[in-house]
């Protein structure tokens, strides 16, 4: 690599699903590719890093979504106004031209910018064996993809709004955002400008995901249009809020989203628990556990009882592989139900979901 002998090869075009519908085109390296991007990422990310501002929390060290999700709850109890953007297809229409200035500023390294210019170039195959050439974007599935987006953004957005707008606090993960205004006029004014500096810089908002919300005096809500938003898994809108003293009060809180929830529980399905008579019950949750702890801690954070479905929906897979597995529970749910209670009495720590007090719910 250092002496730029290196060629990367094509990208795989690889389609998922959206959540919101549709589907997006990944473009997945070759195992050596990953390797050679690790080695380029380990290299440029340390002199790029320290530029990066506070509040962008997407794909960087000792940042995290729930760092988002908890300094936005603090902002959303200061201001009564909320404008949430998210850029579409930010990946698949990066101006090259303006990225390759972006790195130039930041590195002298030549093997470095050489195979940065290389991957963005690549071509994407497809699974038929058509060849698209790309001359802009940068591959989604790359290892280095998301650092030069953020990179990318630092300049179009982060210091852009920090040196136009320096009164106005916001939160960037990745392509999706949040500035938080005092008035509904200034909400409005900061949406155009955005739509201009976007545009100015190759790209667009996405119409249907960015809007202004209203998120403070529930009694004057049904006045506005939007008074609640989705961001990272977590839907912020108003709940009801204990008090330090006991008192109880709505405030504008997140919680987990729908989308997340149904998300959760397809997966489970998919596991196909209830069919797995060739498990034991210790094999299961040696299985599901990494998953379970991972929702509970991100998901768990705030309003934890919305997860209570979840654990219902777990529980009720582990009754029907229950009456599978063993004869004699074979069409005995609420003998299989009993069973199982007594299980968590003995071992309550044996599931995720049963240690964090959510071992109910069986029926």
């Not at 085109?25 to 320290?50: C, H, N, W």
């Amino acid at each position: 690599m250092s002496s730029g002998s290196y060629m990367p090869p094509p990208v795989r075009a690889v389609s998922i699903p959206k959540k919101s519908g549709g589907e997006r085109i990944l473009g997945i390296p070759t195992v050596t590719d990953r390797i050679a991007q690790m080695v380029v990422k380990l290299q440029f990310e340390p002199e790029v890093e320290p530029h990066f501002l506070e509040d962008s929390y997407g794909y960087r060290p000792g940042k995290s979504a729930i760092q988002a999700i908890g300094v936005t709850r603090k902002r959303c109890w200061r201001y009564p106004w909320v404008l949430e953007f998210d850029i579409r297809g930010l990946f698949d229409n990066i101006p090259h031209e303006l990225l390759l200035k972006a790195i130039d500023r930041h590195t002298a390294n030549p093997w470095v910018k050489l195979y940065i210019r290389r991957w963005l170039t690549a071509p994407l195959v497809h699974a038929d064996g058509r060849t698209d050439e790309r001359d802009k974007g940068t591959p989604q599935g790359g290892v280095i993809s998301p650092l030069l987006a953020n990179l990318f953004l630092h300049y179009t957005f982060d210091r852009w709004i920090s040196r136009h707008f320096p009164a106005i606090d916001w939160c960037r993960y990745a392509d999706d955002g949040l500035l938080h205004c005092s008035t509904q006029r200034q909400a409005r004014f900061l949406l155009r400008s955005l739509h201009e500096r976007f545009r100015e810089c190759g790209l667009e908002l996405h119409p249907e995901k960015t809007r202004i919300v209203y998120c403070q005096d529930h009694r004057r809500a049904s006045n506005h249009a939007h008074t609640s938003f989705d961001f990272l898994g977590y839907t912020f809108k108003k709940r009801v809020v204990k008090g330090r003293s006991g008192e109880l009060f709505l405030g504008f809180c997140p919680g987990i989203s729908r989308p997340s929830i149904q998300g959760i529980i397809e997966k489970v399905r998919k596991w196909r628990i209830g069919q797995r008579t060739d498990l034991s019950i210790t094999d299961i949750a040696g299985f599901i556990n990494p998953y379970l702890h991972g929702w509970w801690n991100y998901y768990g954070r705030y309003y934890r009882s919305l997860m209570y479905r979840v654990a219902r929906y777990v529980n009720q897979r582990l009754v029907r592989w229950a009456m599978r597995k063993f004869k004699h529970l074979r069409g005995r749910k609420k003998k299989t139900i009993a069973t199982l209670e007594r299980l968590v009495k003995v071992r309550p720590k044996l599931f995720a979901h049963w240690s964090q007090g959510m071992s109910g719910a069986f029926a």
